[in-house]
Protein backbone atom coordinates (compact mmCIF):
# COMPACT_ATOMS: atom_id res chain seq x y z
CA UNK A 1 0.00 0.00 0.00
CA UNK A 2 1.68 3.21 -0.84
CA UNK A 3 2.29 5.44 1.78
CA UNK A 4 0.67 8.78 1.73
CA UNK A 5 3.33 10.30 4.33
CA UNK A 6 0.80 11.53 7.64
CA UNK A 7 2.86 11.82 10.80
CA UNK A 8 1.08 11.80 14.09
CA UNK A 9 2.61 12.17 17.68
CA UNK A 10 -0.22 11.40 20.49
CA UNK A 11 1.16 12.14 23.80
CA UNK A 12 4.64 10.30 23.58
CA UNK A 13 7.03 10.02 26.43
CA UNK A 14 10.81 8.49 25.82
CA UNK A 15 13.56 8.26 27.58
CA UNK A 16 16.52 6.54 26.95
CA UNK A 17 15.95 4.49 30.41
CA UNK A 18 12.88 4.01 32.72
CA UNK A 19 15.14 6.61 34.84
CA UNK A 20 16.07 9.27 32.86
CA UNK A 21 12.79 10.66 30.52
CA UNK A 22 13.66 12.73 27.69
CA UNK A 23 10.43 13.59 25.70
CA UNK A 24 7.49 14.46 27.79
CA UNK A 25 3.53 14.30 25.99
CA UNK A 26 4.80 14.90 22.66
CA UNK A 27 2.19 15.51 20.29
CA UNK A 28 2.71 16.50 16.46
CA UNK A 29 0.69 15.99 13.51
CA UNK A 30 2.35 16.54 10.09
CA UNK A 31 -0.40 16.05 7.18
CA UNK A 32 0.91 14.61 3.69
CA UNK A 33 3.34 17.34 1.78
CA UNK A 34 3.66 19.00 5.04
CA UNK A 35 7.06 20.75 6.40
CA UNK A 36 7.68 20.64 10.12
CA UNK A 37 10.43 22.33 12.13
CA UNK A 38 11.60 21.41 14.98
CA UNK A 39 13.65 24.37 17.09
CA UNK A 40 15.53 24.28 20.33
CA UNK A 41 18.61 24.88 21.93
CA UNK A 42 21.40 21.51 22.25
CA UNK A 43 19.38 18.74 24.51
CA UNK A 44 16.18 20.01 23.96
CA UNK A 45 14.66 17.03 22.24
CA UNK A 46 15.03 17.62 18.45
CA UNK A 47 17.04 14.68 17.50
CA UNK A 48 15.44 12.33 19.68
CA UNK A 49 12.19 13.22 18.08
CA UNK A 50 13.29 12.16 14.16
CA UNK A 51 15.17 9.41 15.92
CA UNK A 52 12.09 7.79 17.04
CA UNK A 53 9.80 7.82 13.48
CA UNK A 54 12.31 5.48 12.19
CA UNK A 55 12.17 2.98 15.25
CA UNK A 56 15.87 3.58 16.60
CA UNK A 57 14.38 3.42 19.90
CA UNK A 58 10.71 2.43 21.02
CA UNK A 59 8.83 4.73 23.02
CA UNK A 60 7.22 4.12 26.75
CA UNK A 61 4.19 5.74 26.02
CA UNK A 62 1.86 7.39 23.52
CA UNK A 63 1.54 6.42 19.69
CA UNK A 64 3.27 7.25 16.74
CA UNK A 65 1.44 6.73 13.82
CA UNK A 66 2.08 6.59 10.18
CA UNK A 67 -0.88 7.21 8.09
CA UNK A 68 -3.06 6.08 10.61
CA UNK A 69 -1.42 2.85 12.06
CA UNK A 70 1.15 2.88 14.74
CA UNK A 71 4.95 2.18 13.44
CA UNK A 72 4.96 -1.27 16.00
CA UNK A 73 3.02 -2.63 13.50
CA UNK A 74 5.48 -2.38 10.56
CA UNK A 75 8.52 -4.14 9.85
CA UNK A 76 11.51 -1.73 10.26
CA UNK A 77 12.84 -2.34 7.02
CA UNK A 78 9.33 -1.71 5.70
CA UNK A 79 9.14 1.12 7.51
CA UNK A 80 12.15 2.87 6.96
CA UNK A 81 11.65 2.08 2.92
CA UNK A 82 8.58 5.22 3.65
CA UNK A 83 11.97 7.40 4.89
CA UNK A 84 14.19 9.37 3.92
CA UNK A 85 17.04 10.77 5.93
CA UNK A 86 19.70 13.10 5.37
CA UNK A 87 21.93 13.89 8.03
CA UNK A 88 24.44 16.80 8.90
CA UNK A 89 27.56 14.24 9.28
CA UNK A 90 27.57 12.76 6.08
CA UNK A 91 28.80 8.85 5.59
CA UNK A 92 29.90 7.37 2.25
CA UNK A 93 31.51 4.07 1.68
CA UNK A 94 34.69 2.72 -0.46
CA UNK A 95 33.44 2.20 -4.39
CA UNK A 96 32.20 3.96 -7.18
CA UNK A 97 30.19 7.52 -6.49
CA UNK A 98 27.15 5.94 -8.67
CA UNK A 99 27.25 2.63 -6.14
CA UNK A 100 26.83 5.24 -3.33
CA UNK A 101 24.18 7.36 -4.98
CA UNK A 102 22.57 3.63 -5.67
CA UNK A 103 22.98 2.78 -1.79
CA UNK A 104 19.54 3.32 -1.16
CA UNK A 105 17.51 1.28 -4.34
CA UNK A 106 20.60 -0.97 -5.41
CA UNK A 107 18.92 -1.64 -8.76
CA UNK A 108 18.58 1.60 -9.89
CA UNK A 109 19.38 2.44 -13.59
CA UNK A 110 22.39 4.88 -14.65
CA UNK A 111 19.06 6.99 -15.61
CA UNK A 112 17.87 6.95 -12.57
CA UNK A 113 21.26 7.96 -10.42
CA UNK A 114 21.77 10.90 -13.10
CA UNK A 115 17.93 12.07 -12.13
CA UNK A 116 18.90 12.00 -8.48
CA UNK A 117 22.21 13.58 -8.74
CA UNK A 118 20.69 16.54 -10.80
CA UNK A 119 17.75 16.95 -8.61
CA UNK A 120 20.66 17.31 -5.79
CA UNK A 121 22.72 19.56 -7.61
CA UNK A 122 25.58 17.41 -7.70
CA UNK A 123 25.56 16.52 -11.13
CA UNK A 124 27.49 19.03 -12.54
CA UNK A 125 30.21 18.29 -9.89
CA UNK A 126 30.49 14.42 -10.62
CA UNK A 127 31.16 15.29 -14.33
CA UNK A 128 34.05 17.45 -13.83
CA UNK A 129 35.54 14.26 -11.77
CA UNK A 130 38.51 12.33 -13.71
CA UNK A 131 36.12 9.22 -13.92
CA UNK A 132 32.72 10.96 -13.20
CA UNK A 133 30.37 8.32 -12.26
CA UNK A 134 32.93 5.95 -11.87
CA UNK A 135 35.48 7.99 -9.76
CA UNK A 136 36.28 5.71 -6.44
CA UNK A 137 35.41 6.84 -3.04
CA UNK A 138 37.63 5.79 -0.11
CA UNK A 139 38.41 7.22 3.06
CA UNK A 140 34.73 7.92 3.74
CA UNK A 141 34.69 10.40 0.48
CA UNK A 142 37.72 11.77 2.08
CA UNK A 143 38.88 13.46 -1.19
CA UNK A 144 35.50 15.34 -1.47
CA UNK A 145 34.85 18.28 0.29
CA UNK A 146 32.18 18.33 2.79
CA UNK A 147 29.70 19.79 0.38
CA UNK A 148 30.24 17.35 -1.81
CA UNK A 149 29.77 14.42 0.20
CA UNK A 150 26.52 16.35 1.41
CA UNK A 151 25.20 16.54 -1.95
CA UNK A 152 25.69 13.27 -2.95
CA UNK A 153 23.78 11.98 0.50
CA UNK A 154 21.02 14.20 -0.97
CA UNK A 155 21.10 12.39 -4.19
CA UNK A 156 21.43 9.22 -2.60
CA UNK A 157 17.90 9.93 -0.52
CA UNK A 158 16.31 11.08 -3.91
CA UNK A 159 16.40 7.92 -5.69
CA UNK A 160 14.89 6.18 -2.83
CA UNK A 161 11.98 8.68 -3.75
CA UNK A 162 10.56 8.72 -0.11
CA UNK A 163 7.11 10.11 0.68
CA UNK A 164 8.68 11.09 4.52
CA UNK A 165 11.92 12.96 4.76
CA UNK A 166 14.64 14.09 7.93
CA UNK A 167 17.06 16.59 7.50
CA UNK A 168 19.44 17.35 9.41
CA UNK A 169 19.61 21.09 7.79
CA UNK A 170 23.24 22.25 9.70
CA UNK A 171 25.95 23.22 6.54
CA UNK A 172 28.37 24.78 9.04
CA UNK A 173 32.06 25.06 7.68
CA UNK A 174 31.06 25.18 4.05
CA UNK A 175 31.35 27.69 1.45
CA UNK A 176 28.71 30.18 0.37
CA UNK A 177 27.96 29.04 -2.79
CA UNK A 178 27.97 25.71 -2.00
CA UNK A 179 25.59 26.15 0.82
CA UNK A 180 23.07 27.65 -1.50
CA UNK A 181 23.64 24.39 -4.01
CA UNK A 182 22.23 22.10 -1.08
CA UNK A 183 19.74 24.48 0.01
CA UNK A 184 18.29 24.30 -3.54
CA UNK A 185 19.19 20.35 -3.43
CA UNK A 186 17.21 20.22 -0.24
CA UNK A 187 14.19 22.32 -1.28
CA UNK A 188 14.10 20.58 -4.70
CA UNK A 189 13.84 16.69 -2.41
CA UNK A 190 11.01 18.32 -0.09
CA UNK A 191 8.96 18.90 -2.81
CA UNK A 192 5.51 17.29 -2.36
CA UNK A 193 6.82 14.83 0.82
CA UNK A 194 6.33 15.62 4.21
CA UNK A 195 9.59 16.76 5.83
CA UNK A 196 10.80 16.95 9.40
CA UNK A 197 13.65 19.21 9.61
CA UNK A 198 15.79 19.72 12.63
CA UNK A 199 16.54 23.97 12.59
CA UNK A 200 20.50 25.37 13.42
CA UNK A 201 18.73 28.49 11.58
CA UNK A 202 15.84 29.95 12.08
CA UNK A 203 16.50 31.64 8.59
CA UNK A 204 16.40 28.02 6.97
CA UNK A 205 12.45 27.33 8.25
CA UNK A 206 10.41 30.56 7.73
CA UNK A 207 8.50 28.80 5.73
CA UNK A 208 7.65 25.63 7.60
CA UNK A 209 4.15 24.81 7.61
CA UNK A 210 4.44 23.91 11.63
CA UNK A 211 7.89 24.87 14.19
CA UNK A 212 7.90 23.34 17.05
CA UNK A 213 9.75 24.78 19.96
CA UNK A 214 11.48 22.60 22.25
CA UNK A 215 12.55 22.98 26.21
CA UNK A 216 13.90 20.02 27.94
CA UNK A 217 11.93 17.44 25.79
CA UNK A 218 8.61 19.59 25.84
CA UNK A 219 6.74 21.40 23.70
CA UNK A 220 6.51 25.26 24.74
CA UNK A 221 5.28 26.99 21.61
CA UNK A 222 3.87 25.77 17.72
CA UNK A 223 2.45 27.71 15.09
CA UNK A 224 3.67 29.16 11.82
CA UNK A 225 6.75 31.95 11.77
CA UNK A 226 4.42 34.62 11.57
CA UNK A 227 2.04 33.15 14.21
CA UNK A 228 4.85 32.28 17.04
CA UNK A 229 6.11 35.79 16.23
CA UNK A 230 3.38 37.31 17.18
CA UNK A 231 3.00 35.57 20.43
CA UNK A 232 5.93 37.45 21.71
CA UNK A 233 7.41 34.53 23.50
CA UNK A 234 10.72 32.10 23.30
CA UNK A 235 10.61 31.86 18.99
CA UNK A 236 10.35 35.39 18.83
CA UNK A 237 13.21 36.01 21.62
CA UNK A 238 15.05 33.31 19.83
CA UNK A 239 14.19 34.98 16.45
CA UNK A 240 15.64 38.62 18.01
CA UNK A 241 18.09 37.51 19.46
CA UNK A 242 20.10 34.99 17.79
CA UNK A 243 20.01 33.52 14.07
CA UNK A 244 22.30 30.54 15.04
CA UNK A 245 21.14 27.42 17.19
CA UNK A 246 23.36 24.49 18.21
Known amino acids: ?18 HHPILHDISVLAQPGQKIAFVGATGAGKTTITNLINRFYDIQKGQILLDGID ?7 D ?5 GIVLQDTH ?11 FGKEDASMEEVIQAAKLANAHSFIERLPNGYETIITNDGASLSQGQRQLIAIAR ?21 TERLIEKGMDALMEGRTVFVIAHRLSTIQNADTIVVLEKGRIMEE ?7 QKKGMYYQLHEGMFELS
Open 1 to 18: VPVKGEVEFVHVDFGYSA
Open 71 to 77: IQLFAKK
Open 79 to 83: LRRSL
Open 92 to 102: LFTGTIKDNIR
Open 157 to 177: TAIIDPPVLILDEATSSIDTR
Open 223 to 229: GSHQQLL
